[in-house]
């Protein structure tokens, strides 16, 4: 399969598994995108011999086109430069890996430009989940989950004949680092503590919110928005393992799971693929050196941004975007040592009360609320 792909985020976690990918597959790679990881990006756009890069970052930009002045490489910069990498007519698919608000205006740009999109930026559908999941049905394409659950949930439908047969979802939760410990025991943890996650290897931002379980939260609105079910019919189940990726019961009870060894490769291989399926790079998974497969409830009392999250989804409109904007700050302020770990969700849980109520919201109300959010944490933190 020769496909033509434009990978947003090339730099990142996500990014460098997806080339990983692209090796395997001999798929053909027309742009690669960063934030400001100038020297990574011109590596990577030498050895891929792309058309076009952009940087998010400006002055990043001027830097790669010096570095990149002795090729044909078109080096673009900003949001509209990611935004024309998200669009390129020559891309069969696009691959949006940018970590944070930032890449939801290249998923509608992709969109509108007829390309399917895989997915593995939460904000894409938690904050825009309205506009995107519209804009995709009127130009009668397709996102694609990357996310390891996700592509669980996606993978186990395949063969379902009707919505109406999908009886609930259930998202698997690692349950990050400090499983099993109580709020009290979170006081002091330090972000090294956070970022030690036991199975998965990920960006700092998202490996805090696998610690303060805000990941599983910002996933069941994903899954709200990509399969068309109500938050009372997606649970949460913490499988230390890290194995079964996730399942969905039908309304006869049979479940059907997708197991994996624990590596991003498989989802995203998956979703550049599909419908087809390739051999991977990720080695075979053996069950009975695994031996044993444990699942438990989450501690919603201790790991409060997961009900934050449904209560979320039910308020609707404009709610999901106050959320993903609270906790884009606070984690990064956290990350930054400026708050307590327990602090995120309680901050988070004050932006949300004390939201705005917008029912029926555009793009720019989406950027409007990011921007009320990340002053409200702020101000908060004085």
Not at 183 to 209: C, F, Q, R, Y
Not at 223 to 245: E, N, Y
Not at 311 to 337: D, H, M, Q, Y
Not at 357 to 371: A, F, G, M, T, W
């Amino acid at each position: 399969m020769k496909r033509n792909i434009s990978i947003l985020g090339s730099t990142g976690s996500i990014g460098k598994q997806a080339l990983d990918v692209v090796d395997k597959c001999g798929f053909n790679v027309v742009a690669l995108t960063a934030n400001s990881n100038v020297e990574l990006l011109e590596k990577q756009a030498r050895k891929y011999n792309v058309k076009y890069v952009a940087c998010n970052d400006e002055r990043s930009a001027e830097e790669l086109k010096i570095k990149l002045s002795d090729t044909d490489i078109k080096v673009l910069s900003g949001i509209d430069g990611i935004c024309e990498c998200a669009s390129l007519e020559e891309a069969d698919i696009v691959l949006n890996s940018v970590v944070g608000m930032v890449g939801l205006k290249p998923t509608i740009s992709a969109l509108k430009s007829k390309k399917d999109v895989a997915l593995a930026n939460k904000e894409t559908l938690v904050a825009g989940g309205q506009l995107v999941m519209k804009t995709a049905k009127e130009n009668n394409v397709s996102l694609l989950p990357v996310d390891s659950e996700h592509s669980a949930i996606f993978q186990s439908l395949q063969g379902c004949a009707s919505h109406s047969q999908i009886k609930k979802l259930i998202l698997t939760a690692s349950g990050g680092p400090f499983f099993g410990k109580s709020k009290k025991d979170l006081e002091n943890v330090t972000v090294e503590d956070a970022l030690n996650h036991p199975n998965w290897s990920m960006g700092a931002k998202i490996t805090i919110d696998s610690a303060t379980m805000m990941n599983k939260g910002l996933e069941l609105i994903e899954a709200s928005w990509l399969f068309d079910m109500k938050s009372d019919d997606i649970d949460i189940l913490v499988h230390r393992q890290s194995i079964v990726h996730s399942l969905v019961e039908y309304q006869d009870n049979s479940i059907i799971a997708q197991l994996g060894l624990p590596d991003m490769r498989i989802p995203i291989q998956y979703a550049l693929t599909y419908p087809d399926r390739f051999e991977s790079p990720v080695k075979s998974l053996d069950l009975s050196e695994i031996g044993t497969l444990t699942f438990e409830k989450p501690d919603y009392e201790t790991f409060i941004c997961i009900d934050l999250c449904k209560k979320a989804i039910k308020n609707g409109g404009i709610s999901p975007a106050c959320v993903n904007a609270a906790n884009e700050t606070a984690n990064r302020l956290f990350r930054e040592r400026k708050i307590k770990f327990n602090q995120i969700g309680e901050i988070v849980s004050e932006a949300l009360i004390n939201a705005p109520d917008i029912k029926e919201y555009s793009l720019e109300d989406v950027y409007e609320i990011n921007n009320w959010a990340d002053n409200f944490v702020r101000e908060r933190i004085k």
